[in-house]
């Protein structure tokens, strides 16, 4: 394990329940060079309004997958900016796919992207920035 990915064994998102037993406990998957994927089930206890999947969780695993990201490329970055777009309600019991991907960088500065999708179709999308920490 890598130091950049090691300094982030206790992310509430993505860590394992034996380092952050209250970790939402995602785990990434490379599909290629800067881009990468995950699935996540809504279950009761992430709800905001009653059924539906509270929007800051939404917002974290989009972060998450963008900043996994960069660490498959074994590059320390911290978020500088997040915009989250919701364009349509997840549902509790819905199987969500997480997709991030890497768009570009200048000076240090990394653009990347996100969404969130039940069954193909686009409910929540993200842009990014992150700022090189090295």
């Keep these: ?53 509270h929007g800051g969780i939404a917002s974290s695993l989009l972060d998450a997958a963008m900043t996994h990201c960069l660490l498959q490329q074994d590059i320390p970055a911290l978020t500088a900016q997040l915009d989250v777009r919701f364009h349509h309600p997840i549902k509790v019991g819905d199987r969500v796919t997480v997709i991030g991907q890497c768009e570009g960088e200048r000076r240090g500065l990394y653009s990347l992207s996100a969404q969130l999708q039940v069954s193909r179709e686009c409910r929540v999308s993200a842009k990014g920035r992150f700022l090189c920490k090295k």
């Design 1 to 53: 394990m890598s130091a950049v990915v090691g300094s982030h064994v206790m992310c509430a998102v993505c860590s394992t329940p034996e380092n952050n037993f209250y970790s939402l406990g995602m785990n990434f998957t490379v599909v290629s060079d800067g881009k990468v994927t995950g699935y996540f089930i809504v279950e009761p206890r992430h709800q905001g309004y009653l059924g539906l999947l």
